[in-house]
């Protein structure tokens, strides 16, 4: 015993990452790296907050003091507070009072909005400096107990006693030093030490008996034999950075843990001592080559401010063209966000580059839309006089001249312009509504309910026959053709009664689904017909609504056929731009796999609306 005290274990020679001479450059890549990313968070949350206005920054930073911890406020009361006096500042410029009156009245309003940030802003300091005093309060509290474990243990073996005594004693000594919490990080190194030392006296001094500690060493073997395994999984983890930090817990744990047999220690600790070897230069290898990484998405920003440049200074005066301008400064950000951490030194810069030109932007817009604005009020005052006008002839019964009326004011809603957003919707909504209250009694009065239903319904009844009767062919196409031809009769019959339309409908779709199940067609194909089938029974089920469903149905398959259109150019802007990068391989293969399941998709999307239209 007297040797394992003089001659220290490897393990106990080296408890950091790595050793001695590289800890400090161990130290400083993982700061960088968490530096990187808390710059990262910083800009991409100072982005999210730049189109808000003042009042609307005061909400969320009342929202995010009432409902966030101190850690997610320290990251996000930075970005509004940096979004909050680019407002102040861009106001400062923008307004210019003629005398003294105007110059004071200005900067009282000023600064009573930003005294309500400043005082939001206080509140968050006082937080965080009360957060920072828990924890040195619970710091300096977890000290005071481990230096009373420590004189615990010096007692301990001061005592002298029975070992039935003395090892249960010294058990719950060290399970009360793993509950406690951290301490102030300049006593950590020396109280660990010291405490090692007499964990290391009691083993080698106190007369134990060789079967109890034979036992311990046994557990520590095996809890040391398994943090060994751990940290060899984490050389295969692909996410080096977890995986380092994985690795520092890993060791707080080894250092935790007791000793092992002594012809064992040297080989265990060896074995731990290689797999964390191996997992740093990992982490060593993933900052170098990120380096690199970061000088290309360098060089990919500054393509973006160009552009974004481009579009700032460009001489719009259409609302059309604002339109335009705006989804693509709205992609070229995406795209920002997408790039990647620019090197250390020029992210910064860059980043102020580009929001610069996004700032000019869109105060610029803003400009234009304080007229534009007002064109909106007017329009509104036209829609609703026609909304008004359409409303007064959806009684009427003079079915030509009403007929025309209605045509013409359709056409007067189409020149009229656009309204407010927030009214848009249930204005054309009121609009449509009284257009198709007309058409549908104008429908109902020209249909009517005549001998032909009667007839329709047994003409259906015997297709529905057929089609349960039908035994299917050893042909998939002559199946289909078939089924089809099947549908195509169904339609063309025309209307049932109304009482029975329900009941007809529903055994034909339980009849033309089971033949369905037993084709063999390509997904899209059997997509496409189940759509027909689905477009034809609205237009069979309910004459007064199967329009204006159809029209909801064919806009919504518009607007997802326009989404694939925009993440398809977009998509492919992108691979110009990574196709200047080298070793890009790998991200346009998997881009223009995006790109060939969207055209896949679009083309399912054109072929349903093909079948509306028809």
């Known amino acids: 015993m007297a040797d394992e005290v003089q001659n220290p274990a490897p393990e106990e020679q080296f408890t950091a990452p790595q050793q001695a001479a590289s800890e400090d450059t161990l130290v400083d890549i993982h700061e960088d790296a968490a530096l990187h990313e808390e710059e990262m968070n910083e800009e991409h949350s100072t982005l999210k907050y730049i189109h808000l206005g003042e009042e609307e920054l005061l909400d969320v930073f009342k929202k995010l003091l009432e409902t966030q911890s101190i850690e997610v406020l320290r990251r996000e009361a930075e970005a509004l507070k940096s979004a909050f006096y680019k407002l102040v500042n861009q106001k ?34 006082r937080r965080r400096t009360d957060h920072a005093h828990q924890i040195e309060e619970q710091e300096a509290q977890n000290l005071v107990i481990k230096q009373g474990i420590i004189d615990e243990l010096k007692a301990l073996l001061e005592a002298q006693e029975d070992i039935n005594h003395t090892f249960p004693a010294f058990r719950e000594l060290q399970q009360r030093w793993r509950n406690t919490g951290a301490v102030p990080l300049q006593q950590s190194t020396d109280l660990w030490n010291t405490y090692q030392h ?61 000793p092992v047999a002594h012809e064992f220690r040297e080989h265990l600790w060896e074995r731990f001592k290689i797999a964390t070897a191996a997992v740093n230069k990992k982490h060593q290898e993933y900052f170098e080559s990120q380096k690199e990484e970061q000088r290309k998405n360098l060089e990919l920003k500054r393509q973006l401010c160009e552009k974004a440049e481009e579009i700032a200074n460009a001489d719009t005066k259409e609302n059309k063209a604002w339109n335009e301008h705006s989804k693509a400064m709205e992609e070229l950000q995406k795209m920002w966000r997408t790039v990647g951490f620019a090197t250390k030194k020029e992210n910064t810069r860059i980043f102020e580059r580009f929001r610069a030109a996004c700032d000019k932007f869109y105060v610029t817009k803003r ?11 007017e329009n509104l005052k036209k829609k609703i006089a026609l909304c008004e006008q359409v409303e007064s002839f959806v009684d009427s019964t003079d079915w030509g001249k009403t007929t025309e009326k209605f045509v013409n004011l359709q056409k007067q809603w189409k020149e009229a312009g656009a309204v407010p957003r927030k009214h848009s919707d249930a204005l054309w909504q009121r609009f449509r509504s009284a257009c198709d209250v007309f058409f549908t009694r104008k429908n109902e009065h020209f249909s009517g309910i005549n001998s032909e239903y009667v007839e329709n319904l047994r003409q259906k009844e015997a297709i529905v026959a057929e089609i349960e009767a039908y035994a299917p062919a050893e042909n998939p196409e002559e199946n289909l053709k078939a089924l089809q031809d099947f549908q195509r009769r169904w339609t063309a019959i025309g209307f049932v009664a109304y009482k029975e339309k329900v009941r007809i409908q529903t055994i034909y779709r339980a009849a033309i689904d089971k033949q369905f199940k037993n084709l063999n067609i390509s997904g899209n194909d059997k997509k496409l017909i189940h759509f027909k089938s689905r477009i034809n029974d609205l237009k069979n089920a309910d004459e007064k609504t199967a329009g204006r469903v159809i029209r909801s149905e064919r806009d919504n398959l518009v607007r997802q056929l326009r989404q694939l259109d925009s993440d398809i150019a977009l998509w492919e802007n992108n691979i110009g731009f990574f196709a200047k990068s080298k070793n890009a391989e790998a991200m346009i293969a998997e881009v223009n796999r995006k790109i060939e399941k969207a055209k896949e998709e679009r083309q399912l999307l054109s072929e349903k609306i093909k079948l509306i239209e028809k």
Do not use: M
């Not at 809890?223 to 395994?229: D, G, Q, R, S, V």
């Open 92 to 125: 400062q410029k923008i307004v210019q009072p003629t005398d003294d009156e105007q110059s004071q009245d200005v900067e009282e309003v000023v600064s009573e909005v930003e005294q309500q940030f400043k005082d939001l802003y206080n509140e968050y300091k």
């Open 198 to 258: 007499y964990v290391e006296l009691f083993y080698d001094y106190v007369k134990i008996n060789n079967e109890l500690r034979d036992l311990d060493f046994k557990k520590n073997l095996e809890a040391k034999t398994l943090l060994c395994e751990k940290a060899e999984k984490l050389i295969l983890d692909p996410n080096i950075i977890t995986a380092f930090n994985k690795l520092q817990k890993y060791h707080e744990e080894w250092r935790e843990l007791g």
């Open 367 to 377: 400009d234009f839309y304080l007229q534009f604005k007002t064109d909106l009020q």
